[in-house]
């Protein structure tokens, strides 16, 4: 069964440094997301992409967020100066054309 | 923008019982409802949806219902295992355009004792 990956599965970082989050999304998916979850809370929105272009963000997306579909396979989240509040799970997911999303095993990134 | 309502946070059943979470949404231009199931340390995993043209939908022991006119949706777990225990999460989404967007509540930790 496709499946979305991620990697890394841990990143640590000092404040102030850039991170960049990789995903494949499921491969016949044009619909690409990224979400986080703070420890113990909900999973929270952060950005769509859709046809080379984010079509949605939420308040999280700041401009210290940006993301890329670099290939035709990879999906990218880079984080330019990390916070310490930036520290969380975040979720790589992709969609067909009706909606259904399915989710990636996520990446733990904690700011030191 | 939606947002969606969660209840119970928690919820502990024995073995065999049924379980059922319940959920609200704000938004009546949403019609799609997905139910994730997360297990510690795992992304979400999609367990059942549901679209505002259905009232009910079933899979072997989980089923999930949807009042549009009321704006709730409920989960429905017969037959509970221990393996059911994780946290389950709803969810809303406006399904069409450019933009499938999730928006999730809360959560509810289920717990399936032996």
């Known amino acids: 069964e496709p499946e979305v990956t991620q990697t890394p599965s841990h990143q640590v970082t000092q404040m102030g440094q850039e991170v960049i989050l990789r995903c494949v999304p499921i491969s016949n998916h044009l619909y690409f997301y990224w979400y986080r979850q703070i420890l113990g809370q909900k999973v929270e929105f952060l950005v769509s992409f859709y046809n080379n272009e984010i079509s949605e963000k939420s308040e999280i997306f700041d401009d210290q967020f940006s993301v890329e579909r670099p290939d035709g396979s990879n999906f990218t989240l880079k984080i330019r100066s990390t916070k310490l509040e930036d520290s969380a799970m975040y979720f790589c997911?992709?969609?067909?054309?009706?909606?259904?999303?399915?989710f990636g095993p996520g990446t733990r990134l904690t700011v030191l | 923008g939606e947002n969606v309502e969660q209840h119970p946070s928690t919820l502990s059943v024995q073995e065999g019982d049924s379980a059922v979470i319940k959920c609200t949404y704000s938004?009546?231009?949403?019609?799609?409802f997905p139910w994730y199931k997360q297990e510690l340390g795992k992304g979400p995993q999609l367990i059942i949806d549901i679209r505002s043209n259905v009232g009910e939908k079933k899979d072997q022991r989980i089923a999930v219902t949807l009042n549009k006119t009321a704006k709730h949706f409920s989960l429905h777990i017969t037959e509970t295992q221990p393996e059911d225990s994780a946290v389950y999460f709803c969810a809303a989404s406006i399904s069409g355009g450019s933009n499938y967007k999730l928006t999730f509540g809360k959560g509810t930790l289920l717990t399936v004792n032996p």
């Open positions: 997911a992709s969609s067909d054309n009706v909606g259904t999303q399915y």
């Open positions: 938004d009546s231009a949403s019609n799609y």
